[in-house]
């Protein structure tokens, strides 16, 4: 049972960064990290869940949805069995909770794709 847990959230003002990490433990035997699709999702209040970036297993490639437009950046370190989310210039429209994913499986855009989920870690982007 693969458990996710996020941290590195906070209030940060516009135009600031921000580095997310999601730490994960209790992989199913014989699977270490890289054989997880592990994805970046948040949701702001009132509005519908949306995805950020992802990993991929294996190879670990990374995908981005275009309307992230560049200030996003996923990350693994399977050392410390962590994949970080880098947000640079951040906006007020940034503010969401955001939640890691993971799956046995390549990444998806759909996050009823995943079936392991973390509690997720508030991000506030205010003066």
């Known amino acids: 049972q693969l458990q996710l847990v996020e941290s590195g959230g906070g209030l940060v003002q516009p135009g600031g960064s921000l580095r997310l990490s999601c730490a994960a433990s209790g992989f199913t035997s014989g699977y270490t990290l890289p054989y997880y699709a592990i994805g970046w999702f948040r949701q702001a209040p009132g509005k519908e869940r949306e995805g950020v970036a992802c990993?991929?297993?294996?190879?670990?490639?990374?995908y981005y949805p275009d309307s992230m437009k560049g200030r996003f950046t996923i990350s693994r370190d399977d050392a410390k069995n962590t994949v970080y989310l880098q947000i640079d210039s951040l906006k007020p429209e940034d503010t969401a909770v955001y939640s890691c994913?993971?799956?046995?499986?390549?990444?998806?855009?759909?996050?009823?794709?995943?079936?392991?989920w973390g509690q997720g870690t508030q991000v506030t982007v205010s003066v």
């Open positions: 990993i991929s297993d294996r190879d670990g490639s990374t």
């Open positions: 994913a993971g799956r046995l499986r390549s990444c998806s855009e759909y996050g009823w794709a995943y079936n392991y």
